[in-house]
């Protein structure tokens, strides 16, 4: 479904992030894999997917938080002379919940420095490349919290929220002029470690307004991302699709 497309995949090291590298891989993608922070079990990881899917997968690291190192990482990416055919966005963080009125405005906004503004500042580096060849799919995963809120989550709401709107919506529409589609994938609750940081009332509850009655898996999440980024989707941007066991 990917076959001979480029992608760079941030957040690769687990979760969402990491089931993505390996759909977008058993699909035939080659793939920029983006994490933190460098790692040899990750990078061992990444040459054992490359060798099982026969495709090739490239480690970056960067931060989020950092300009220079986004800079830095976007530079590596570019010195391979390859075209970015695709960008799916999935770093993110949540924290703990805890109530608007208590909340540190500094907690708040580390929160949505990642959440957002990092990935608009590589979404900004990668669309100017995309732009040159008048072709490219960027992919946010978002959250249905962005979309419906969630308790003693206001950073985490706000910056997904803004995702929908800006990272998603709003570059649909100012990006279609150079080929490039925009879609976001807004997952409900997933088995992921920031899955984990709900807390377990908070999640029963949230659960009982699931139709499917479960959490969604990684992969579930990655199927539909791989999906928006293939050729089958060529009809669509400026959407925003909930993978969310029915809420």
Not at 25 to 47: P, Q, S, T, Y
Request: hydrophobic fraction near 45%; charge should be neutral.
């Amino acid at each position: 479904m990917l076959q001979g497309k480029n992608a760079i995949i941030t957040g690769a090291r687990r979760g969402i992030g990491k089931a993505v590298v390996e759909v977008f891989a058993k699909n035939g993608a080659n793939i920029w894999a983006c994490a933190k922070n460098f790692d040899d079990d990750f990078e061992a990881e990444m040459v054992k997917l490359a060798e099982k899917y026969k495709v090739q997968i490239w480690p970056v690291y960067f931060d989020l938080l950092d300009e220079n190192q986004i800079k830095a990482g976007v530079s590596e990416i570019k010195k391979q002379n390859n075209q970015i055919d695709v960008l799916v966005n999935v770093a993110g963080i949540a924290d703990e919940s805890t109530s608007f009125v208590m909340s540190p405005l500094e907690k708040m906004k580390k929160v949505f420095d990642i959440n957002f503004w990092g990935g608009t500042l590589l979404t900004q580096y990668v669309a100017r490349l995309m732009m040159r060849n008048q072709t490219g799919n960027i992919i946010h995963i978002s959250s249905v919290a962005g979309i419906d809120g969630i308790l003693g989550q206001y950073e985490y709401v706000a910056s997904k929220a803004a995702v929908n709107g800006a990272g998603v919506r709003q570059l649909a529409r100012e990006l279609w002029q150079y080929g490039i589609r925009v879609n976001g994938v807004a997952p409900g609750i997933v088995e992921t470690r920031m899955g984990g940081q709900i807390s377990d009332s908070l999640k029963r509850e949230t659960l009982q307004h699931v139709i499917m009655q479960r959490e969604g898996k990684p992969e579930e999440i990655a199927n539909v991302v791989a999906f928006l980024a293939s050729d089958l989707s060529s009809y669509m941007t400026g959407q925003i699709i909930r993978v969310d066991g029915g809420m």
